[in-house]
């Protein structure tokens, strides 16, 4: 699949030099979503160190990670692989 912009939301933008937080949310593979130009079409609503929670679901099983853009030049955006979120259930 390809980006869905319905899918990325702004949760704090402070416009200033700290970073902006997003969510975005997708069934596409995090290897996907995290490999170089998936969010190209954020080229001017990003920047460098802005961070992104991602919630991939690919086949049912949620993956949640926490991204940041490494690099937003001439309209190729790159973020980090991401922090793996996970979560104990042991009730």
């Given amino acids: 699949m390809a980006f869905d912009i319905n ?10 030099e700290t970073p ?3 969510i975005y949310s997708s069934a596409d ?3 996907t ?5 998936y969010f190209n079409e954020l080229s001017v609503d990003v ?4 961070i ?6 690919t086949g049912g ?19 980090t692989n991401g922090l793996v979120v996970t979560a104990t259930d042991s009730d």
């Fill in 61 to 79: 099983t949620p993956a949640i990670t926490i991204n940041y853009v490494n690099s937003n030049t001439g309209g190729v955006v790159d973020v």
């Fill in 7 to 16: 899918s990325f939301k702004a949760v704090s933008q402070s416009g200033q």
């Fill in 33 to 37: 979503i995290d490999g170089v130009g």
């Fill in 20 to 22: 902006d937080i997003f």
């Fill in 47 to 50: 920047k460098v160190n802005d």
């Fill in 29 to 31: 593979a995090i290897g």
């Fill in 52 to 57: 992104i929670f991602v919630i991939s679901s």
